[in-house]
Every structure is written in C-alpha cells, then in structure tokens.
C-alpha cells in the first residue's frame, strides 16, 4: 500500500433532510384512489404475475393506511446530503465511523433497490463495537442515491447514464467531493458493476471492494446482452434438476431485462402515470428474487415494501432507473487496461443460495464452482463466501453475513 487517506473533515455540505411536499403525496394517495384494475383470474399462485387480489391488498394500505411521514424521519435519522458532482446532482447519506482508524467505504445498490437497502448494515459497519465486533473494523460509511433511481429527484442532463460512467461519479465524490485518496467500495446488482468498474479503472486508490455475486464487467455488451441465459440450451440428457434450474432461473430475468433493455421507454408511460402500476412491477421483483418461501413479507413488511416504492414514485424514477439497462449496451464497457485480472482491486464476494446456478446445491459447492469458472479470472478475489440462504437483495435479507463478509474482506487491507 502506498498512500494512506486524506484525513476525513467534516463535510463543507450542509444536511439537506428529505421531505416530499404534501401535495405530491396528495396526488399519490388520488392516483392510488382511482385505480383501475385488471381482470386476473386463476392468478392466487401468482403464476402469470402479481396477482391483483395482494395487490388491491397493498393499494388501499398505501393510499390510506401507510405513514410516509414515519418512513422519512427513519431515512432522516441520517445525515442527508446533496451535492453536484460533475454536472450531476447527487444525494448520499453518511453514518460517520466509530473506531480508532475508520475507513471510507462507499456502498452502491441496484435495480429495484434503493439506497434504503442498505439501512440494515450502517450501523454495524460504523460502529462495531456496539454490536459486539472490533472498532478496528469500523468504516466512514456513505451510501448514494444511483442518479435516477430516487432523491435528490428527477434525473435531467444524463441521457447516457449507466454504471460505469456512474463508477466515475463515484471515483470524483469520494476524492474530489469528499477528499479520500483512497476509499473502498462495495454493491450488489448494478451497484456490483460500479464497484467493479471501480476496482478496475481506479485500483490504485481503492483498499479493496465487496460485492455480491460477482458479475463480469461486459455482461451487457453484445447484440443479446438482454438473453440473460445467453443462449443456453435445454436438452433431453440434462438432470432434471439441473434443467428445471434453468427455466427457474431465466422465469425471474427474462421479461425483466428483455424491458428495460429493449423497451423502458414504452413501459415508463405507463410506470410514471399509475403508482399501481408501478408497485406491481417493482413488487415483483422483490418477490421473485428474495429468499422468502413464497411469502415476500417475510422478507419486505408492507411498510417496507411501500417505502421503497414511495422513493420511485415521488422522484419519478422509473424511466431513467431502467435507462440503465439499454445503456450499458448502447455505450458498452470498454477496459481501461490490459492488465490481469480485469478487477485489480483486492475483492471478497458474498454468495447466496437462492442464486446458486443450475447444479450447484451447498455453499461449498458455490465457492468451489465460482472459483473455478470463467467468473473468477475478473477479480483478484481474497474472499469468496457462500451462505445457504439469502436472495438477491444480500444487505437486506441476510445483513449479518454481509457485514461479517465485508469486514473480513478489509481486514488485511486497511492501512
């Protein structure tokens, strides 16, 4: 390692809370109010998608019994912040760290995350030791808005957006904004690509990253970057297991890339006009591709479900959220070395089981099967772990595994 952080001064940025007008949440609750629904028959197994008896369910609580005003004073209880980042207005909130030498981590969610995801790990990775952990392992934490995905609102003046060119955001918040020489970084989702891009482009001032699943940098470049099997076959000498894994896996992304890739534009005219709407296609991800057991609220209560949402509907978020998507394809990711391996950033993951590709069953054979695939040569990875269950929103469904992965992660790492 060579040169060690800035020293972190207070932020020169004033605390800017979030508060929604009242008659933006008014026009919300009339929406909610005249909502038509479709005609859904023999849906309760959700098996053509979300059904609409759960979802009339969600309606009425959102329109009359769900108190945004609670939920923003919990988002409050951080400082908030806002910021123009080369050109680009940004918000971030900031759990300050708790120990002798916290370090600078910047955490990035994904599609349809928010940055309220990772409301269930600041605390622990600010302040360990009041969770029973070393305050030596304590980080500065700061957690952004992706630009288009919610506050500080509608994204205007960035029809390119995706995630790398968001990872050179990132790289100048930390630095320049905020005055780290270096930082760490970690996501999951879109969020995992930034990180990634991170450790790819600015290795030399990243201590290291952590992300979930472990995605490479080009898996949206190509002509059939939306065929998330890529063109995998289903043949008659395939285990069963193993074939209906891959039915499984590409039910819950298929529609969803395919969308957002080909056709956002189309479906944000309907997402940004009707709040049903977009709860239904939000709601569905949560429930596909959380570790639930067929009940998402086990996972996401009402109110969390409705938090989230209200953060994409008071921003207007759909259409530049899913821009993201074709973007990464349009602009594709070019390297910025030739130097192996792609991710030279030092870069622990967290594997989950609900994820586990077709044929693997154990978190054992998780990390034997990532370290052996074409995965693996991307990322110099010093810590690679797997847990039995846990979905794809990591942070959230199993935080505690997260926070002891990302530690670990950084435990060799810090100055």
């Known amino acids: 390692m060579t040169a060690e952080p800035f020293p972190l001064e207070p932020f020169p940025l004033e605390h800017v809370p979030i508060h929604v007008p009242d008659q933006v949440l008014e026009d919300l609750r009339d929406r909610l109010a005249r909502t038509r629904p479709p005609v859904d028959e023999a849906n309760e197994d959700w098996s053509y998608g ?18 945004w005003r609670r939920a923003e004073a919990a988002l409050n209880a951080y400082p908030q912040h806002r910021v123009t980042v080369d050109g680009v207005p940004v918000h971030f909130l900031r759990k300050p760290g708790r120990g002798p030498r916290p370090i600078p981590l910047i955490l990035s969610h994904g599609w349809p995350w928010t940055f309220w995801h990772f409301s269930k790990v600041l605390d622990p990775l600010a302040d360990p030791g009041a969770f029973g952990g070393d305050p030596a392992d304590a980080f500065d934490v700061i957690v952004p808005s992706l630009p288009g995905f919610g506050f500080p609102g509608p994204l205007t003046g960035f029809p390119d957006v995706n995630f790398w060119k968001v990872a050179d955001l990132w790289h100048l918040l ?37 992300i979930g699943s472990g995605l490479p940098l080009d898996f949206f470049n190509g002509p059939r970057a939306w ?16 074939r209906a894994r ?3 896996l590409d ?11 080909l056709d956002g534009a189309t479906l944000a ?14 709601l569905e991800r949560w429930s596909a591709w959380s570790d639930n057991g067929g009940d998402v609220e086990s996972v996401f ?45 030092p870069a622990g993951l967290t594997l989950v089981g609900y994820e586990n590709p077709p044929g693997v069953h154990t978190a054992e054979q998780r990390v034997r099967w990532f370290e052996n695939s074409p995965q693996a040569a991307w990322f ?17 469904e199993v935080p505690g595994a997260w926070v002891d992965d990302l530690r670990r992660t950084f435990r060799g790492l810090r100055p």
């Not at 005219?269 to 939000?282: F, K, R, V, Y």
């Not at 509907?313 to 390297?335: F, L």
Request: proline fraction near 5%.
């Open 50 to 67: 979300v059904p609409r008896s759960y979802l009339e369910e969600l309606v009425a609580y959102w329109a009359d019994g769900f108190d």
């Open 301 to 345: 209560t009402k109110d969390d479900l409705l938090t989230h949402a209200t953060i994409y509907w008071v921003n207007n978020s759909a259409a530049t959220s899913m821009r993201y998507y074709a973007n990464a394809n349009r602009h594709p990711w070019t390297p910025s070395h030739d130097r192996t391996p792609v991710v030279q950033a």
């Open 227 to 242: 065929d998330f099997a890529r063109g995998r076959p289903l043949t008659d000498d395939q285990p069963d297991d193993v």
């Open 251 to 261: 039910r819950r992304s298929a529609v969803h890339l395919s969308a957002h890739m």
């Open 174 to 210: 930390m630095t320049r904004t905020l005055g780290h020489d270096r930082y760490a970084a970690g996501g999951c989702d879109i969020g995992g690509l930034i990180s990634s891009q991170l450790g790819h482009k600015y290795a030399d001032h990243l201590y290291g990253i952590h």
């Open 246 to 248: 891959i039915v499984e």
């Open 269 to 282: 005219h309907g997402l940004s006009d009707s709040p049903a709407g977009l709860l239904a296609w939000l």
């Open 380 to 396: 110099h990875h010093v810590n690679v772990t797997a847990h039995e269950r846990g979905g794809h929103f990591i942070p959230w």
